[in-house]
T-cell receptor, first 114, second 103 residues
Framework: EAQVTQNPRYLITVTGKKLTVTCSQNMNHEYMSWYRQDPGLGLRQIYYSMNVEVTDKGDVPEGYKVSRKEKRNFPLILESPSPNQTSLYFC?????????????FGPGTRLTVL | GIQVEQSPPDLILQEGANSTLRCNFSDSVNNLQWFHQNPWGQLINLFYIPSGTKQNGRLSATTVATERYSLLYISSSQTTDSGVYFCAVEMRFGAGTRLTVKP
């Protein structure tokens, strides 16, 4: 089944404890991205990647890191999480540049930072 | 960047009613999608529709790119249609329309 998977789905952590949210797609998509969703603010893009080893900042990159060492994986790293990073996170992928193609979203990761 | 506005922000319907959701955007686009976010938070692709009209069962969508708007039609609504509907233009999301369908 073609899909985008994220792990973990739910995570409660404490301020300053490094964490990684994994994202993987099995559709051989080139383009991947991360979003966060907050009440009243909608979905905002954090980082995106056009291909392996190519990443760029979205609208809200502060406090996050990403890497794209393999085509299928695009982990989101919070090196020192803070309470304002409590949010619902989505990973997405598409076969080409997002300007030209449909994006598919993972199931979401609900993160709480205490 | 592109501005995306959705209306109405909230919509309450009785089961069986029809509805139209609107998405206005500020610039010409190559990519427009409609999503449904269900009560469990999952984002479900409804339509990829940068222009033209598409239909899928009770749902259809029309994008008039030259006039910078898109419409999502839901006919014979069901309680399972409840949730938030998002329009995303070149992956910039609108604020959504929260639909509640009452039995």
């Amino acid at each position: 089944e073609a899909q985008v998977t994220q792990n973990p789905r739910y995570l409660i952590t404490v301020t300053g404890k490094k964490l990684t949210v994994t994202c993987s797609q099995n559709m051989n998509h080139e383009y991947m991205s991360w979003y966060r969703q907050d009440p009243g603010l909608g979905l905002r893009q954090i980082y995106y990647s056009m291909n392996v080893e190519v990443t760029d900042k979205g609208d809200v990159p502060e406090g996050y890191k990403v890497s794209r060492k393999e085509k299928r994986n695009f982990p989101l790293i919070l090196e020192s999480p803070s309470p304002n990073q409590t949010s619902l996170y989505f990973c997405a992928s598409s076969s080409r540049d997002y300007f030209d193609d449909e994006q598919f979203f993972g199931p979401g990761t609900r993160l709480t930072v205490l | 960047g592109i501005q995306v506005e959705q209306s109405p922000p909230d919509l309450i319907l009785q089961e069986g009613a029809n509805s139209t959701l609107r998405c206005n955007f500020s610039d010409s686009v190559n990519n427009l999608q409609w999503f449904h976010q269900n009560p469990w938070g999952q984002l479900i692709n409804l339509f990829y529709i940068p222009s033209g009209t598409k239909q899928n069962g009770r749902l259809s969508a029309t994008t008039v790119a030259t006039e910078r708007y898109s419409l999502l039609y839901i006919s014979s609504s069901q309680t399972t249609d409840s949730g938030v509907y998002f329009c995303a233009v070149e992956m910039r999301f609108g604020a959504g329309t929260r639909l509640t369908v009452k039995p």
